[in-house]
C-alpha cells in the first residue's frame, strides 16, 4: 500500500507536467487566433495591404511559434527536473528559433508585398521601378539566406557536442577556407557577380536582352543565374558571369524606346515621294507609333532594284516590332495596288541576229 503511493503521486506530476504544456500550446494557439480575428476584422473595415499582407503570409508561422513562445514562459511551472528539464527546454528553445525563422522569411514576403504595390512594374515608363525590383530580389534572397544561417548556427550552438566541434574546426579555419575557396571559386564568383549586378545593374528584371542570338527579357535572376525568357516562351538560363565578361544588347538600358528598321526592294520607276506619303498616313493612323520618327530614304541602289528604308519609332520593343509588320503590309500592299509596274522585275533584252533563222530540213 504504500508504494502506491508514489506511484499516485507520480501520475499525478505527470498529468499535472502534461496539462501545463498542453495548456500552454492551447493558450498560445488562442492568443494567435485572437490576434489575427482583430486584425481581420480591422482589414474588413479599413481594408489595408499591410493588413492583408500580415494574414497572408504570417497566419502560420504564428500558429506555430506564439503557442511554443506560451509554453516557453510556462515552462518552469512544470514539475520536470534535472535531465529531463533540461532537453525539454532544449526542444523548446529549438523549435521557438525555428518558427521564429519562418516568421522572419515570411516577414520579408510582407516587406516585398508593399514594395510592389507602391511601385508597378506594369508601368510603360517602368525603368526606375525594374532598377528597384532588381535590387529587391537580390536583396530578399539575401536576407533569407541570412536569416536561416543565423537560425541554423543558433539552433546547433544550443548542443554542446556542435559547439566543441565548432572550436575544433576554429582551429583549422585558414587551411578549411583556402581548400573551400579552390573548390567554390565558381560559385563565389558568381556571387560577387550577382552583387555587382544587383547594385551596378547592366541588367534588370524585365529588361529586354539579346544574348546568343536570342531575343527576350529577363524574368528572374537568382544568387548563380540569370533567367531569360524568349519570345516563343522558351527559358534561356545564363550564369551571372557571363553578364559581366560577355558582350550582350540591352535594349530597355536606359528607355524602352526604340527605333524600328523596315527595307523595301522596288523597280526603279517607283516615286518614292508617293511611297515617303504613303508612310507617312500609315503610321499616323497606327496607335503603335510614338509620333517621334518616321522617316523613309533610298539607302541604296542595286543592279535590279532600289532599296527604301523606312524608320519609325515605338514607346517598346514589342510595340516596334508590331509597328514594323504593319508598316511593310500596307506599304508594299499600297506598291501592289497603285504602282504594280514598280515591283522588282528583271529585263532581258533580245537583239536581232545578222543571220535569218532558218528551220531545220526535214526528214521527207
Same mark, same amino acid.
Given at each position: 500500500?504504500?508504494?502506491?503511493?508514489?506511484?499516485?503521486?507520480?501520475?499525478?506530476?505527470?498529468?499535472?507536467?502534461?496539462?501545463?504544456?498542453?495548456?500552454?500550446?492551447? #493558450?498560445?494557439? $488562442?492568443?494567435?487566433?485572437?490576434?489575427?480575428? &482583430?486584425?481581420? %476584422?480591422?482589414?474588413?473595415? @479599413?481594408?489595408? !495591404? *499591410?493588413?492583408?499582407?500580415?494574414?497572408?503570409?504570417?497566419?502560420?508561422?504564428?500558429?506555430?511559434?506564439?503557442?511554443?513562445?506560451?509554453?516557453?514562459? #510556462?515552462?518552469? $511551472?512544470?514539475?520536470?527536473?534535472?535531465?529531463? &528539464?533540461?532537453? %525539454?527546454?532544449?526542444?523548446? @528553445?529549438?523549435? !521557438? *528559433?525555428?518558427?521564429?525563422?519562418?516568421?522572419?522569411?515570411?516577414?520579408?514576403?510582407?516587406?516585398?508585398?508593399?514594395?510592389?504595390?507602391?511601385?508597378? #512594374?506594369?508601368?510603360?515608363?517602368?525603368?526606375?521601378?525594374?532598377? &528597384?525590383?532588381?535590387?529587391?530580389?537580390?536583396?530578399?534572397?539575401?536576407?533569407?539566406?541570412?536569416?536561416?544561417?543565423?537560425?541554423?548556427?543558433?539552433?546547433?550552438?544550443?548542443?554542446?557536442?556542435?559547439?566543441?566541434?565548432?572550436?575544433?574546426?576554429?582551429?583549422?579555419?585558414?587551411?578549411?577556407?583556402?581548400?573551400?575557396?579552390?573548390?567554390?571559386?565558381?560559385?563565389?564568383?558568381?556571387?560577387?557577380?550577382?552583387?555587382?549586378?544587383?547594385?551596378?545593374?547592366?541588367?534588370?528584371?524585365?529588361?529586354?536582352?539579346?544574348?546568343?542570338?536570342?531575343?527576350?527579357?529577363?524574368?528572374?535572376?537568382?544568387?548563380?543565374?540569370?533567367?531569360?525568357?524568349?519570345?516563343?516562351?522558351?527559358?534561356?538560363?545564363?550564369?551571372?558571369?557571363?553578364?559581366?565578361?560577355?558582350?550582350?544588347?540591352?535594349?530597355?538600358?536606359?528607355?524602352?524606346?526604340?527605333?524600328?528598321?523596315?527595307?523595301?526592294?522596288?523597280?526603279?520607276?517607283?516615286?518614292?515621294?508617293?511611297?515617303?506619303?504613303?508612310?507617312?498616313?500609315?503610321?499616323?493612323?497606327?496607335?503603335?507609333?510614338?509620333?517621334?520618327?518616321?522617316?523613309?530614304?533610298?539607302?541604296?541602289?542595286?543592279?535590279?532594284?532600289?532599296?527604301?528604308?523606312?524608320?519609325?519609332?515605338?514607346?517598346?520593343?514589342?510595340?516596334?516590332?508590331?509597328?514594323?509588320?504593319?508598316?511593310?503590309?500596307?506599304?508594299?500592299?499600297?506598291?501592289?495596288?497603285?504602282?504594280?509596274?514598280?515591283?522588282?522585275?528583271?529585263?532581258?533584252?533580245?537583239?536581232?541576229?545578222?543571220?535569218?533563222?532558218?528551220?531545220?530540213?526535214?526528214?521527207?
Amino acid at each position: 500500500m504504500a508504494d502506491f503511493f508514489p506511484d499516485l503521486e507520480r501520475l499525478r506530476l505527470l498529468v499535472y507536467t502534461v496539462g501545463v504544456v498542453l495548456g500552454s500550446l492551447l #493558450l498560445g494557439w $488562442l492568443l494567435k487566433r485572437l490576434a489575427f480575428w &482583430l486584425l481581420g %476584422a480591422y482589414h474588413r473595415r @479599413e481594408p489595408s !495591404l *499591410l493588413a492583408q499582407s500580415v494574414l497572408l503570409h504570417l497566419s502560420q508561422p504564428s500558429a506555430w511559434f506564439i503557442p511554443i513562445l506560451a509554453l516557453s514562459f #510556462l515552462l518552469p $511551472l512544470t514539475y520536470l527536473d534535472g535531465r529531463a &528539464l533540461e532537453v %525539454a527546454r532544449r526542444l523548446v @528553445e529549438t523549435a !521557438l *528559433l525555428a518558427t521564429f525563422a519562418w516568421g522572419l522569411v515570411k516577414t520579408v514576403d510582407v516587406v516585398e508585398d508593399l514594395v510592389q504595390h507602391h511601385y508597378r #512594374l506594369t508601368d510603360d515608363d517602368n525603368l526606375r521601378v525594374r532598377k &528597384l525590383f532588381t535590387q529587391l530580389q537580390f536583396v530578399k534572397k539575401l536576407a533569407i539566406t541570412l536569416i536561416i544561417f543565423v537560425a541554423t548556427a543558433l539552433i546547433l550552438m544550443n548542443f554542446a557536442t556542435v559547439r566543441k566541434i565548432g572550436t575544433g574546426l576554429l582551429t583549422s579555419a585558414g587551411i578549411a577556407s583556402v581548400i573551400i575557396g579552390f573548390a567554390a571559386q565558381r560559385s563565389i564568383s558568381n556571387l560577387l557577380a550577382g552583387f555587382q549586378i544587383a547594385f551596378t545593374q547592366p541588367i534588370r528584371l524585365d529588361d529586354v536582352l539579346v544574348v546568343e542570338g536570342e531575343w527576350g527579357r529577363v524574368e528572374e535572376i537568382t544568387f548563380t543565374y540569370v533567367v531569360l525568357r524568349i519570345w516563343d516562351e522558351r527559358r534561356l538560363v545564363l550564369p551571372l558571369n557571363y553578364f559581366i565578361e560577355k558582350p550582350f544588347q540591352n535594349w530597355t538600358r536606359t528607355t524602352a524606346q526604340l527605333l524600328g528598321t523596315v527595307f523595301l526592294y522596288t523597280d526603279y520607276t517607283i516615286p518614292v515621294e508617293a511611297v515617303r506619303a504613303e508612310l507617312q498616313r500609315v503610321v499616323q493612323s497606327n496607335p503603335l507609333w510614338d509620333q517621334r520618327v518616321c522617316v523613309l530614304q533610298v539607302t541604296d541602289s542595286k543592279e535590279r532594284t532600289l532599296e527604301l528604308r523606312c524608320l519609325v519609332s515605338a514607346s517598346n520593343s514589342s510595340r516596334a516590332f508590331d509597328l514594323r509588320c504593319a508598316v511593310r503590309e500596307q506599304l508594299v500592299g499600297f506598291i501592289q495596288q497603285h504602282y504594280p509596274e514598280s515591283l522588282p522585275k528583271t529585263r532581258t533584252l533580245v537583239e536581232a541576229q545578222d543571220q535569218p533563222f532558218m528551220p531545220a530540213p526535214s526528214e521527207d
